[in-house]
Nanobody, 128 residues
Framework: QVQLVESGGGLVQAGGSLRLSCAASGLTFSRSAMGWFRQAPGEEREVVAAISQSGGSTHYADSVKGRFTISRDNAENTVYVQMNSLKPEDTAVYYC?????????????????????WGQGTQVTVSS
């Protein structure tokens, strides 16, 4: 079974930082492009950041560029997102997702619908 488990969420003040982790099991992690998504109450889910199989390419939403950094450790089957300079509008449930690819690809992101596996989410709350 494929399992993605997020951790690291919590309550922080505006301007603070958090690092979210996603531990993956039950899949060939090195063949999975990974992504972080978020969903605020009453809002649609949106992509935050994505990373290619090897970590060589990344994709970021315009709203988080320069503040968030996605990374992965294929030896640990874990993907991270470092979130700095947090704003109240970053408040959301953050989800980890996996896009399995049969062959190796350098593309970080091809669209939300391409992610087959999702974690349970972790709450991030940023106070003003």
């Amino acid at each position: 079974q494929v399992q993605l488990v997020e951790s690291g969420g919590g309550l922080v003040q505006a301007g603070g930082s958090l690092r979210l982790s996603c531990a993956a099991s039950g899949l060939t992690f090195s063949r999975s492009a990974m992504g972080w998504f978020r969903q605020a109450p009453g809002e649609e889910r949106e992509v935050v950041a994505a990373i290619s199989q090897s970590g060589g390419s990344t994709h970021y939403a315009d709203s988080v560029k320069g503040r968030f950094t996605i990374s992965r450790d294929n030896a640990e089957n874990t993907v991270y997102v470092q979130m700095n300079s947090l704003k109240p509008e970053d408040t959301a449930v953050y989800y980890c997702a996996a896009r399995y690819i049969r062959y190796y690809s350098s593309v970080a992101y091809t669209g939300d619908n391409d992610y087959a596996y999702w974690g349970q989410g972790t709450q991030v709350t940023v106070s003003s």
